[in-house]
């Protein structure tokens, strides 16, 4: 059995760049940011950023060249792929990018929270580019202390 996935979750590098090919079909680069921390043997504190190169094909290429700019939160499920081509002066040349099938837009104004909260929540609306300006409203609870027996069932 064979199984190429990858999911991460990072912060956007650069502006997205989209494109049409030759078939009319819209593709959009855009590179991916991700931060590992950890303690090394004398317990310093290390941490090592990754760059991802991403490619979206389809109405989500356009969708995210018109919502995505450097600095947004984006959450990438895809697939891995290494092309290779040779250039002007015969030199093969490789670049190993990841091929999205979903792209989900993180939090407004960019960062995710610690936990990774790209993908925190289980409304598929309320990421969407047309809630983008809305206010999210909130609940307030009463400060009363609720007494089990209180409960009906």
């Known amino acids: 059995m064979f199984f190429n996935k990858a999911i991460i979750i990072g912060n956007v590098t650069r502006d997205p760049e989209i494109k049409a090919l030759p078939s009319g079909a819209k593709v959009t680069s855009l ?45 990438v499920e895809g697939r891995i792929q290494t092309r290779s081509w040779d250039d002007k002066d015969g030199k093969k040349n490789y670049r190993t990018e990841i091929v999205a099938d979903r792209v989900q837009f993180g939090p407004k104004g960019g960062t995710a929270s610690a936990g990774g909260a790209v993908a925190g929540s289980n409304d598929p609306q309320s990421n969407s580019p047309a809630n983008a300006g809305k206010d999210v409203e909130t609940i307030d609870y009463p400060d009363d202390d609720i007494n089990a027996e209180d409960i009906p069932f």
């Open 31 to 75: 590179s991916l940011a991700t931060n590992r921390v950890w303690k090394d043997a004398n317990g310093a504190k290390k941490e090592q950023t990754d760059f991802h190169n991403i490619v979206v094909f389809g109405r989500q290429a356009e969708t995210v060249a018109q919502y995505i700019k450097k600095g947004s939160s984006l959450m």
